[in-house]
Nanobody
Framework: QVQLVESGGGLVQPGGSLRLSCAAS????????MGWFRQAPGKEREFVSG????????YESDSVKGRFTISRDNAKNTLYLQMNSLKVEDTAVYFC????????????????WGQGTQVTVSS
């Protein structure tokens, strides 16, 4: 059974940092682009960042550019999101997923969604 499990979320003050992890099991996704999305209460799921299978191509939304860094370790079948300079507006549930075809920016192009991890930025 294919499963993605996110971890690393929590409560942090504005300006703080968190590192999210997404561990895959059941199969390897080393040949696939993977991505992070987030969803705040009452809002649609939005693209945060994506990374090609080799790590050579990075995709970032303008809202996180310069603050968040995506990476992956194919040997460990794990995806990461380093989040620095966090803002209140970054508060959301963060999801990882596998791009199975289509636009890297669109949630509809992804499958094997994890259950999400809550990130709350508040003073």
């Amino acid at each position: 059974q294919v499963q993605l499990v996110e971890s690393g979320g929590g409560l942090v003050q504005p300006g703080g940092s968190l590192r999210l992890s997404c561990a895959a099991s059941g199969r390897t996704f080393s040949g696939y682009t993977m991505g992070w999305f987030r969803q705040a209460p009452g809002k649609e799921r939005e693209f945060v960042s994506g990374i090609s299978w080799s790590g050579g191509t990075i995709y970032e939304s303008d809202s996180v550019k310069g603050r968040f860094t995506i990476s992956r370790d194919n040997a460990k079948n794990t995806l990461y999101l380093q989040m620095n300079s966090l803002k209140v507006e970054d508060t959301a549930v963060y999801f990882c997923a596998v791009n199975v075809g289509g636009s890297v920016w669109s949630a509809g192009s992804y499958a094997y969604w994890g259950q999400g991890t809550q990130v709350t930025v508040s003073s």
